[in-house]
Structure formats: C-alpha cells, structure tokens
C-alpha cells in the first residue's frame, strides 16, 4: 500500500522559513514524479510544484516561485519542499503527493494526509 | 497563464445522473484528471488521462473530453459521492487545478 507521510508544518512568523518532508512507502520512489500542492482553509487546490523522478525537470506554481525549492532524495525515500520569504497567504494544508509516471506533468494519483503550515505574527 | 473553470456548484437527486464540466482553452487537446475530496479528508483520484478510471474507483464514475471541456459523469448518484471535485490539467510546465465544484445530493 502505497503511504506518503508529510511533517515540518507548524506555525511560523512572516519572512520567516520552514522545511517540509514527506517519507514515502509501499512502492518504488525512484521510478515516480512527486508533488506538493496546497490548500489553504476553506479553498480550492492549489499546485505548490512537481518534480520528475530523477530531479531533472522541477516546476513551480507563480505564487511560490522563487521563494520555495522542492527536491528529493531516491535514497531515502523523501521528497522535500524549503519555504523561504513566507507570506501570510501561504497558510494552508500541504500536501505530499505521488506523481502517476516518471515526469511530473501527467499528473497525480496518491495523496499523503497533508501537514498545516500556519503563517502569522 | 493557463485557467480551467469549473461551475462552484452541481446538485443531483439520488439514482440520476450528475455531470460536472471542467474548461479551459483548447483543454481536448491536453489530459484531463479528477478528484473527489470529502470534507476532512485528502483528495482521492476518480479519473485520469480524461476517461480512466483507478483501481477501486466505481464503475459510475466516468470522464470525457473534447473541444474546451473535460466533464466528470456519476451515473446513478449515491450519498456517498457527495463531495468536492477538482478537474485537473497541465500547460507549459505547470499542473492547473480547477476551482472545485460542490455535488450535492439531495
């Protein structure tokens, strides 16, 4: 059974940074795109960004671009995603998700329970 | 940058058919996914490359797409498929959601 297990939310200053994990099980990390999207209370769903198995293709959503970095380590079974500059409307729930293939632009399948990242003074 | 819409909400009576529409320009010519999400829970995948279903998925649930619009069909509503559902879709680089629309069953 595949599982994605997030951490590392928690509630944070603005400007401040934050780093999220997501541990992966039950299939073979290696071979798959992974992703992380957002959502914030009450709201839609919102793609945070997606990288391809091999960390060769990585995209990002523009309202993170240039402040968040995704990444990944096949060793360990992890995906990562470091928030830097965070702004009040980065509060949300983050989810970790399985990508269907190896690139990240087919889309998803599997979703982790998400972890909250609360984003005030 | 890329949009797909979605209507904010869709209400169906038990046992008929509800249909949920998804557009975006030129979106036949891209995949198309789904999403269900329950209140309190994580999205769970219904549809994929716009008429698959997953494993476990019922067989109700069904997906075209063609023009400017992808639509999600529940043959024969239950209660249970009262929920959320997000269309899905990518363009230059980036994974596009749409808006979410609330299914109502009543």
């Known amino acids: 059974e595949v599982q994605l297990v997030e951490s590392g939310g928690g509630l944070v200053q603005p400007g401040r940074s934050l780093r999220l994990s997501c541990a992966a099980s039950g299939y073979t990390f290696e071979d798959y795109a992974m992703h992380w999207v957002r959502q914030a209370p009450g709201k839609g769903l919102e793609w945070v960004s997606g990288i391809s198995w091999n960390s060769g293709s990585i995209g990002y959503g523009d309202s993170v671009k240039g402040r968040f970095t995704i990444s990944r380590d096949n060793a360990r079974n992890s995906l990562y995603l470091q928030m830097n500059s965070l702004r009040v409307e980065d509060t949300a729930f983050y989810y970790c998700?399985?990508?269907?293939?190896?690139?990240?632009?087919?889309?998803?399948?599997?979703w982790g329970q998400g972890t909250p990242v609360t984003v005030s003074s | 940058s890329y949009e797909l819409t979605q209507p904010p909400s869709v209400s169906v009576s038990p046992g008929q058919t509800a249909s949920i529409t998804c557009s975006g320009d030129k979106l036949g010519n891209k995949y198309a996914s789904w999403y269900q999400q329950k209140p309190g829970q994580s999205p769970i995948l219904v549809i994929y490359?716009?008429?698959k279903r997953p494993s476990g998925i019922p067989e109700r649930f069904s997906g075209s797409n063609s023009g400017n619009t992808a639509t999600l069909t529940i043959s024969g509503t239950q209660a249970m498929d009262e929920a959320d559902y997000y269309c899905?879709?990518?363009?230059?680089?980036?994974?596009?959601f749409g808006g979410g629309t609330k299914l109502t069953v009543l």
């Open positions: 998700v399985k990508g269907r293939s190896a690139a990240y632009y087919y889309g998803m399948d599997v």
């Open positions: 899905q879709s990518w363009d230059s680089g980036t994974v596009v």
């Open positions: 490359q716009d008429s």
